[in-house]
C-alpha cells in the first residue's frame, strides 16, 4: 500500500488510543491492530505506530529550541519525550505487527 495509507493508519491509531483510554492496555492493542491492518503489514504498522512518536518528538525540539533559545536544551526535550512515548507505545507496536501480519 502507499504513503497515504500509513499515515491514515497513524491517525487511526491515535485516534482509536484516545477513545479507547480507560483500556490501559487493551485499548492500545485493538489500536494497534487496527492500524496495522489499515497500513497493510507489519512493517507499515511500525512505521504507523512510530509516526506519532516521531512527529511529536520533533515538535517539541523544535519549539524547545525556539522557546528556550538553546537547541541543546530542545534536543533534551524532543529526545527525553519521543523516548518516553516511545517505552509507552510497546504495546501499540506489537498490535501493529499483529495486525500487520493479519491483514
Avoid: E, N, Y
Amino acid at each position: 500500500m502507499g504513503d497515504d495509507s500509513i499515515l491514515a493508519a497513524a491517525i487511526l491509531m491515535v485516534v482509536i488510543s484516545v477513545v479507547l483510554f480507560w483500556l490501559p492496555i487493551l485499548g492500545p492493542f485493538i489500536a494497534g491492530i487496527i492500524g496495522g491492518k489499515k497500513a497493510g503489514g507489519p512493517i507499515a504498522g511500525i512505521i504507523a505506530a512510530l509516526l506519532p512518536a516521531i512527529a511529536l518528538g520533533v515538535l517539541l525540539f523544535l519549539f524547545g529550541s525556539i522557546l528556550t533559545g538553546l537547541p541543546f536544551i530542545g534536543a533534551i526535550i524532543g529526545g527525553s519525550t519521543f523516548l518516553l512515548v516511545i517505552s509507552t507505545d510497546l504495546i501499540l507496536i506489537l498490535g501493529a505487527i499483529i495486525g500487520g501480519i493479519l491483514d
